[in-house]
């Protein structure tokens, strides 16, 4: 299955509802090119161009993962939802959500999903899916703070183990944003947050900004490298996010991307604060954009899986091919 992905300005506000962006920076000041190309932190320069913003020069290399969890094996018998033929491939064991988007077909709602669509869709169709026939597709229009997810909070997920979670998900993006068309930046986007009750603050989000990017809130902290997020094909995401170690893990078709523990390159506040993570309670996929953009933005998400332990990427069913 997999789902487009839009997302905006917004921010979940303790009561449930969205709260706009106005005022706030909206993602780390532009790096400058000595410092792309070195790995080193971004400036507080933000006269620096985004010319070559995630193409110039080698991405510094990730330090080691988070030990906390070992990888699980995937299981053919693993529980998921669905068409049995999918399943078999959707490669779930061990984990306490697994979601082919399978049994969405003919416009039945997403429930237990919940949804929030703020310039653009959130809808299961047949245009692209990785191991059954469907999936979720994201759509997002072009302007600035559009949000369009799916969430999932309590049982089965949460209280997550030791306050720590792995997930997988397949992803088919296209015509990800680069440069703003209303500023000289580059658009900050979200595709994974995770937060928790209003006692426990802070959020932790993977994104992009011209890279991959981790961000976190309060304080809007960053830490960024070059490489660039897979589009026009699958792409098998997994996450660590574990609030024992206040650290973040994220992987792309089985390599690891960028780790955090406790700080990142920096703050737009200007603080060095720790990323201290919440007691994770909620879990939204899709789209949020912050600065204005050109494109029009779709993502598509399938095999979603989410558990204690690593799970592994999905495995391609030769009786139905990816798409």
């Given amino acids: 299955m997999a789902i487009r992905l839009a997302l905006a300005c917004f921010v979940l506000s303790s009561s449930g509802a969205l709260a706009g962006c106005a005022g706030k920076s909206n ?18 320069s933000r006269s620096a161009t985004t010319s070559g913003v995630g193409d110039a020069g080698a991405a510094p290399t990730p330090p ?19 068409d049995a033929a999918a399943a078999a491939f959707a490669g779930c064991s061990g984990a306490r959500l697994c979601e082919d988007f399978e049994s969405y077909g003919d416009g039945k709602p997403l429930t ?15 245009v692209h899916a990785f191991s059954g026939k469907l999936s979720a597709h ?3 229009t072009p302007g600035g703070n559009r949000r369009v997810q799916f969430s999932r909070g309590g049982a089965p997920l949460f209280p997550a183990e030791g306050n720590a979670f792995w997930g997988r998900m397949m992803v088919w993006a296209s ?5 703003s068309n209303a500023e000289n930046k580059n658009v900050h986007f979200d595709v994974v947050q995770s937060n928790g009750a209003p006692a426990t603050p802070g959020e932790y989000r993977i994104s992009g900004m011209g890279g991959v990017m981790l961000n976190y809130e309060p304080h809007d902290c960053w830490t960024w490298v070059s490489k660039q997020i897979p589009q026009d094909k699958w792409a098998c995401w997994e996450w660590l996010f574990d609030g024992g170690t206040n650290s973040i893990d994220f992987y ?6 960028i780790h955090l523990t406790s700080t990142g390159q920096g703050c737009v506040d200007g603080t060095r604060s720790v990323w201290a993570a919440p007691q994770f309670s909620d879990l939204r996929l899709g ?23 690593r799970i592994g990427c999905a495995a391609a069913n030769p009786a139905q091919p990816p798409r």
């Avoid at 015509?175 to 440069?179: A, E, F, G, N, S």
């Fill in 287 to 309: 789209w949020v954009n912050y600065q204005s953009m050109a494109e029009t933005v779709d993502m598509w998400i399938d095999d979603v899986a989410i558990g204690s332990q």
């Fill in 64 to 82: 080691e993962p988070s030990p906390r969890m070992p990888p699980a094996d995937a299981a053919a018998d693993a529980p998921v939802s669905g």
């Fill in 112 to 126: 237990p999903w919940k949804t929030s669509s703020v310039g653009g869709t959130v809808k299961v169709d047949d």
């Fill in 27 to 44: 993602g780390p000041p532009l790096p400058v090119a000595d410092d792309v190309a070195d790995g080193a932190a971004f400036t507080d």
């Fill in 252 to 257: 792309v078709d089985g390599q690891l991307q």
């Fill in 138 to 140: 994201v759509h997002v």
């Fill in 175 to 179: 015509h990800l944003p680069k440069l």
